[in-house]
């Protein structure tokens, strides 16, 4: 890896964490909704009286508005605690550096320093505006876009990814 700039630096914004949050309780609120629309149909099917087509489909759509509004109250949940934790946690508001070597990923911080091995490494993945190297579903360290001074350092931090990613992880990132 030579002549590859490898390293980062910036401050968490709110939106950074929030975009996290969303990503990580994703699955958990789809599984709430799926479950509670199924609960709530069959709740509603039973209670009405009438013709059984009739019944199904306004059964479905109280159930579809009642689900609606349990995603909007998750949703809700996640943000505010989004911004409870970012306004109380000085750590996510003080500059973090990233740094990519052949040891691993390097992650220093106000009073931290944190060495992540690549075989530690349980997934790279590549969004929009953000890189997220996972370990073992209970740490993911989040690399924004806007802390790269240029789009030739993404493309240079993707290549240094993906050249130092160890087999056992799963990679995600765009081509070029």
């Known amino acids: 890896m030579e002549n590859i700039e490898t390293e980062v630096q910036g401050v968490l914004t709110f ?95 106000k009073n931290a320093y944190l060495l992540l091995e690549w075989d530690e490494l349980t997934s790279i993945m590549e969004r929009e505006e953000h890189f997220f190297l996972s370990v073992y579903r209970t740490k993911i360290f989040i690399v924004p876009k806007h802390f790269f001074s240029s789009k030739e350092q993404v493309v240079n931090y993707r290549k240094a990814l993906d050249e130092f990613a160890g087999s056992r992880t799963k990679v995600d990132l765009k081509k070029g």
């Open 15 to 109: 939106k950074d964490v929030h975009t996290f949050m969303r990503l990580k309780m994703q699955r958990s609120i789809k599984r709430v909704a799926l479950f509670s629309f199924l609960l709530l149909t069959g709740f509603f099917i039973s209670w009405s009286q009438g013709h059984w087509l009739v019944n199904i489909v306004f059964s479905v759509m109280e159930a579809l508005l009642y689900t609606f509004f349990l995603w909007l109250l998750c949703r809700l949940f996640v943000y505010m605690t989004t911004r409870l934790t970012y306004a109380k946690n000085r750590h996510l508001q003080s500059p973090i550096t990233y740094q990519l070597s052949s040891e691993g990923v390097i992650q220093k911080g």
